[in-house]
């Protein structure tokens, strides 16, 4: 299904906000427009977790703690998606995955809110 690129994290301050980009060069417009694409985290010492989920039709799915201050988009001619998180909390740290289908994944990128 090609390759994914992230991009985006960073350290901010508890309150603020950061976007993620998680973008698929290589990715055919109709598997990037035919699957399901989701956004994981893994905390230090934590399982992988869903963040939010964006299925075909427009159906989005968030974890309860994220739910109205995350919100997953795409851009299909890009083939890229996006994570906009808003009111980072300290336990919104840690790394977090892009991936397209459960088959495709990104190498992972750090967001840190420090306590």
């Known amino acids: 299904q090609g390759r994914l690129v992230e991009s985006g994290g960073g350290l901010v301050q508890a309150g603020e906000s950061l976007k993620l980009a998680c973008k698929g060069p290589?990715?055919?417009?109709?598997?990037?427009?035919?699957?399901?694409m989701a956004w994981y985290r893994q905390a230090p010492g934590k399982e992988r977790e869903l963040v939010a989920e964006?299925?075909?039709?427009?159906?989005?799915n968030y974890e309860n703690s994220v739910k109205g201050r995350f919100t997953i988009s795409k851009d299909n001619v890009k083939r890229t998606m996006y994570l906009q998180m808003d009111s980072l909390k300290p336990e919104d740290t840690g790394v977090y995955y892009c991936?397209?289908?459960?088959?495709?994944w990104g190498q992972g990128i750090q967001v840190t809110v420090p306590s």
């Open positions: 964006l299925i075909p039709g427009g159906t989005t």
């Open positions: 290589t990715v055919i417009l109709s598997v990037f427009i035919g699957n399901a």
């Open positions: 991936t397209l289908g459960g088959q495709s």
